[in-house]
C-alpha cells in the first residue's frame, strides 16, 4: 500500500505518501470519481489516526518497528507538511473535500485539518519514543499557535466545516 500511496503524492506534486481514497491490492487508486480521488485527502490522516489509536489502545509501540508503521507515520508527517501553505498566520490546507461530500474545493476544512494536525502530533510523539529527532517541519506545522489553521467562528462558539461555511447550511455527514 505505501508504494501507492507515494507515487500518487509524487503525481499530485507532493513529498511523502499521499493515500488513495479507495485502493487496490497495490495500493493504487481505484475511485471511480476523479473528485473524490484528488480532492479527499483527509483519508491520509485517517490512516495514521488508525495506528495511533492501536497504539494507544495496546500500550505497544512495537507495531511502528516491527510491522512498517512508522513509515507510514513519517511519510503522512511529510505529505502534510509539503501540503500546508503559510498565509501569514498559519499553515492552511486548500482546496479539499472534507467528509461532507456535498461541498468541494473548500478551504480549511476543520475535519481535514484537525486531523492532519493529529497525524502531525503523532509523528512528533513517535519518532520520540523511538529515539529518533522530530523532523521540525512536523513540530512547526502541528503547534497550536501558528500551526494548522482550525477554524472557529468566535462569535457563534463553534467549528465552522470549513472556510466560509454559513451555519444551518446542509451536510452530508
Known amino acids: 500500500m505505501l508504494p501507492g500511496a507515494r507515487e500518487k503524492a509524487r ?6 505518501a499521499m493515500f ?9 487508486d481505484v475511485c471511480p470519481g476523479a ?3 484528488n480532492y479527499q485527502q483527509h483519508i491520509t490522516a485517517c490512516v495514521v489516526y488508525a495506528i495511533r489509536q ?19 507515520v513519517k511519510e503522512t508527517a511529510d505529505y502534510w507538511v509539503s501540503r500546508v501553505q503559510w498565509d501569514g498566520a498559519n499553515f492552511v490546507i486548500n482546496n479539499v ?3 461532507d461530500e456535498y461541498h468541494c474545493y473548500v478551504n480549511n476544512s476543520c475535519f481535514t485539518n484537525a486531523a492532519a494536525r493529529l497525524n502531525l502530533l503523532f509523528a512528533v510523539e513517535a519518532a520520540e519514543k523511538l529515539g529518533k529527532v522530530p523532523d521540525p517541519r512536523w513540530v512547526a506545522v502541528s503547534q497550536e499557535t501558528q500551526g494548522i489553521k482550525i477554524p472557529f467562528d468566535e462569535a457563534l462558539r463553534y467549528h465552522p466545516e470549513f472556510d466560509g461555511y454559513t451555519q444551518g447550511t446542509l451536510i452530508k455527514q
Open 97 to 99: 473535500m472534507d467528509p
Open 54 to 72: 492501536y497504539v494507544y489502545t495496546t500500550g505497544s509501540w512495537d507495531v511502528l518497528t516491527e510491522d512498517g508503521a512508522w513509515d507510514v
Open 20 to 28: 488513495p481514497w479507495e485502493s487496490g491490492l497495490t495500493g493504487v
Open 11 to 16: 503525481k499530485a506534486g507532493y513529498m511523502g
Open 35 to 37: 473528485v473524490y480521488a
